[in-house]
C-alpha cells in the first residue's frame, strides 16, 4: 500500500470517527441545540480538526442525510425490480419501505425533511448539494417507475408518474413532521404506521382505474 493510500484510508477513517460521533450528538441535543464543540468533544478530536473534514454542522449533518438516501434508493430498487409484483403491490411494498427507512432511523430523516424545507441548504458546500440532489433524483426516479408501470398496464389513472411520485414523497415526510409533533405531546403512541396505512390506501384506491 503506498503511502498516499494509507493517508486517504487514514482520511476517511477519521470521517467516520466524527460522523459516528456526530450521531449520537445529534440524538442527544437534536440538530438545533447541537454544536460542533460538541460533536469534536464527543469523537475526541479537536474543533479545528473537524473543520477539515466538514465545513459546519449543516454540511455533517448533510452527510449522515446522504447515508438515509443511500437506503431508500436500495430499498426502491428492490420494490420496482419484484417482477412477480403488480404494480398496486408494488405500492403496497413502497409505503413498507418508505416506513423501514423511516424506523432505520427516525431521528435523522426527521431532521433530514426539515433541513430540506429551510435555508441551510444554503450553508451546504456545492459537491454535497449536488450529491444529495442527484441522490434524491434517482430515489424519485425509481418511485415513479411503480406509477408509470400501473399506467402503462391501464391499471392506473393516466398522470405524471413523476408527478405521483412527488405526492408520495410529500406525504410520507408530511406524515413523518406531523406524527413527530403528536408523539412530543404524547411519547407512548406510534402514530405514523397506521397513519401511513390509512394514507396509502386513500392513494391507492384514488389512482386505481376502476
Do not use: C
Not at 466524527?18 to 469523537?43: L, N
Not at 454540511?59 to 430498487?77: N, T, W
Amino acid at each position: 500500500m503506498g503511502i498516499e493510500e494509507r493517508k486517504e484510508r487514514e482520511r476517511e477513517r477519521r470521517r467516520q470517527q466524527i460522523m459516528v460521533a456526530a450521531k449520537r450528538v445529534f440524538s442527544e441535543k437534536g440538530f438545533s441545540k447541537t454544536t460542533m464543540e460538541d460533536i469534536a468533544r464527543e469523537s475526541e478530536l479537536s474543533t479545528g480538526t473537524l473543520y477539515l473534514y466538514f465545513k459546519n454542522k449543516e454540511e455533517l449533518f448533510a452527510s449522515l442525510s446522504f447515508r438515509i438516501l443511500q437506503y431508500l434508493l436500495i430499498r426502491l430498487e428492490h420494490v420496482t425490480k419484484e417482477k412477480d409484483k403488480s404494480p398496486e403491490e408494488k405500492i403496497a411494498a413502497l409505503k413498507d419501505a418508505l416506513y423501514d427507512v423511516y424506523e432505520f432511523d427516525p431521528l435523522i430523516i426527521i431532521n433530514m425533511f426539515h433541513l430540506q424545507s429551510s435555508e441551510t441548504l444554503l450553508n451546504l458546500s456545492p459537491q454535497i448539494l449536488s450529491n444529495m440532489k442527484k441522490m434524491s433524483r434517482k430515489a424519485m426516479r425509481e418511485m415513479a417507475k411503480i406509477f408509470r408501470e400501473g399506467i402503462e398496464e391501464d391499471l392506473f389513472i393516466e398522470r405524471h408518474p413523476q408527478a405521483l411520485a412527488d405526492v408520495v414523497w410529500a406525504m410520507f415526510s408530511g406524515l413523518v413532521l406531523w406524527e413527530e409533533s403528536k408523539r412530543i405531546i404524547n411519547p407512548d403512541k406510534k402514530f405514523l404506521k397506521p397513519t401511513l396505512d390509512i394514507a396509502f390506501d386513500i392513494l391507492t384506491r384514488g389512482i386505481r382505474k376502476t
